[in-house]
């Protein structure tokens, strides 16, 4: 009876032990799955995070390629010029070097620069300007630059009537044909300060008057900063140029007004930097 009794108490006692290790199996293999799971999660969650900061990325650029797709494909407005906004064709880089406000005693020392360079520039002359210095216009047009149109008052706070602005250009293309002769005819001109000058409410109705009295304006598209101030030292004037020219086709602002010395003195290494970009020169026409 006793061996019995034994016997019986050693299979609970193997029964007991059997069925712990099955626990502990269980309880390893539950939470091995759960270990498991738990990284195929983080995992996904990372892959999910990382796809998303991916597109989010992606998104940007697509945006900012976007916008620089737009700045070439948006229609021109009537009445505008926008060499930059027409997409080239030839493979070549094309800089136009324009000088506003003048002429003045600079605009001798820049004709001379761009006939060492054998560099052809445009011209937009104030016609108060021009009636002072007659001599400087037939000089430009003799070296065979291009003069165009910046009013005649360079009225910069656009308070008259649109009409009032368009008889100023037409007093402009007056002086400079009474200087070059009557065959002139280039009705190209520039808004003093821009056509997209922000310090106005609108200037579409002025837009719209130059463009019905039968000229085309013309902005930019990089410039040398010596808008900002009278005698901005060179170094800026040339980190100004840089910022801004990448495009295939750059219009650049520069001015020739009397104040405006160091931009005489900046001008060759303008020149040659665009030279080392890759670009030619040629004139708006």
């Known amino acids: 009876m006793n061996k019995y009794e034994d016997k019986i108490k050693k299979n609970r006692i193997i029964k007991r032990r059997n069925n712990v290790i099955i626990g502990v199996i269980l309880l390893c293999a539950f939470g091995w799955a759960f270990f498991i799971g738990t990284k195929v999660a983080y995992k996904k969650h990372a892959v999910v995070t990382t796809s998303n900061k991916v597109e989010h990325q992606k998104s940007a650029e697509e945006k900012q390629q976007d916008e620089l797709k737009q700045r070439f494909t948006t ?37 001379s620069i761009l006939k060492q360079n054998n560099i052809k520039a445009t011209f937009f002359l104030i016609g108060q300007n021009a009636e002072r210095n007659k001599d400087l216009v037939k000089e430009e047009v003799k070296e065979g630059h291009v003069v165009g149109n910046h009013t005649y008052s360079h009225e910069l706070r656009y308070r008259e009537d649109p009409s009032v602005f368009v008889d100023d250009i037409n007093r402009c293309d007056t002086v400079i044909k009474s200087i070059v002769g009557k065959d002139y005819n280039l009705k190209l001109m520039r808004f003093p300060g821009g056509s997209f000058n922000t310090r106005h409410l609108n200037l579409n109705p002025f837009k719209d008057a130059v463009t019905k009295a039968g000229y085309h304006y013309v902005d930019w598209n990089d410039w040398i900063g010596d808008a900002m101030r009278n005698n901005v030292p060179v170094d800026v004037l040339l980190n100004e140029l840089r910022k801004y020219s990448n495009d295939n086709t750059v219009v650049v602002l520069m001015h020739d007004a009397a104040a405006k010395g160091t931009t005489v003195q900046a001008l060759p290494e303008v020149i040659q930097y665009l030279k080392s970009k890759g670009y030619t020169f040629e004139t708006l026409n």
């Not at 009445?79 to 002429?103: E, S």
């Open 75 to 111: 229609k021109q407005p009537a009445g505008a010029y926008m060499p930059w906004k027409t997409k080239r064709t030839d493979g070549k880089k094309v800089a136009y070097l324009t000088f506003d406000d003048g002429p003045s005693p600079n605009t001798l020392k820049i004709l």
